[in-house]
């Protein structure tokens, strides 16, 4: 019997998976079934790993809530066998995915760690060998038989991020991904440090439940300056409309014109759930700070507080999902279901 740490890789797709054909040189997906033949430094780590992968692999561009189920299901029917996992993805849409799985995965009490890279696994200066090894670590890694890390992350460049907190900040830079408003997790360098205080940890310990469903008649908003009557209404007039994350300048501050409020104000009358996210790559809303703020408020939008627009829109798309009526909807937006937002007296 192997009694080694054990962690499932599970390669959806992205640059991370791809080798150079010899022949042709084109960037073509290698099979996950040889990755000691093309990682060899696995083999130094001493856990037992397995894999399973997509076929065929996906874009991120590609993915969908219906890749977040397959990712689910799979995570769910392994859960008792491995230790931890670690998720290959693609970085488009990565935080999206992270954020996802975060609610989707309710009661987790092991590692699902995503990663991915910038560079093909197969190329000289790839940042995807450091990138998979750590992550495989920070999956396998227990303190007194106890996971250190029982929640869904990002592991990119040394940074070990809460999943449903980061955000794609570049598409250029090794360094590509950022939580702002969180601080790191752990940060490697000749050690994992990890910064236990910070790490969610459930308060009672009980059986993994697997969520499916994700509705996903939502929309972002993002508001700029000469935005017209007719493009708010067109969006806030699609058949179906559930929930809209409106991404608005600063602390959550918007137009104040009576057209803007009084559309925003119908769309809330309808039904229709408006969470107000800001547009600054960090800080939080605070819509009883200025004037324009709080006109949202009055008009019945509700406060994603420091949310990413990842995060908003995902949780949204999960608590739709599960059938919660607006008014549930709004209250567990200002509530932090798994560390997704910074609770404040505004909320």
């Known amino acids: 019997m192997d009694t080694r740490t054990s962690v499932l890789i599970i390669y959806t797709g992205g640059t991370i998976g791809m080798v150079e054909n010899p022949e042709t040189g084109i960037l073509e997906p ?110 396998a890694a227990k303190e007194s038989g106890v996971p250190i890390v029982p929640e869904v992350c990002i592991f990119f460049q040394n940074h070990l991020m809460r999943g449903n907190r ?75 409309l559930k929930g809209v994350v409106m991404e608005t300048y600063g602390t959550g501050n918007a137009p104040t014109v009576p057209w803007f409020l009084d559309m925003l104000r119908d769309a809330v009358d309808r039904g229709i759930v408006v969470v107000n996210v800001t547009q600054c790559s960090g800080g939080s809303v605070q819509m009883q700070r200025y004037g324009t703020g709080n006109k949202l408020a009055e008009a019945g939008v509700v406060s994603g507080g420091d949310c990413t627009t990842e995060s908003a829109i995902t949780k949204l798309m999960f608590l739709f999902g599960h059938g919660l009526t607006p008014k549930e909807v709004k209250e567990h937006m200002e509530c932090s279901l798994i560390g997704e937002l910074t609770l404040s007296d505004e909320h």
């Open 166 to 240: 980061t955000s794609k900040i570049s598409a250029e830079n090794f360094n590509a991904f950022r939580s702002i408003n969180y601080p790191a997790l752990a940060r490697a360098g000749v050690h994992i440090q990890y910064n236990t205080s910070l790490i969610y940890r459930p308060v009672l310990r009980k059986p993994l439940k697997a969520h499916y469903l994700m509705d996903t008649h939502v929309v972002i908003l993002k508001l700029f300056p000469g935005i017209t009557p007719q493009t708010v209404q067109c969006i806030l007039n699609i058949p179906d």
């Open 30 to 139: 290698f099979n996950f079934d040889h990755l000691l033949d093309n990682v060899p430094e696995l083999k130094q780590l001493g856990f037992s790993i397995s894999t399973i992968q997509f076929n065929p692999p996906i874009d991120s561009s590609e993915i969908d809530p219906s890749c977040w189920c397959r990712l689910v299901r799979i995570i769910a029917d392994n859960y008792d066998l491995f230790d931890g996992f670690v998720v290959l993805h693609g970085t488009d849409t990565m935080a999206y995915t992270a954020s996802a799985l975060s609610f989707m995965l309710e009661n987790l009490d092991k590692p699902v760690i995503l990663t991915g890279s910038q560079l093909p696994i197969g190329m000289l200066r790839t940042d995807g060998k450091e990138n998979l090894i750590t992550a495989i670590e920070i999956a």
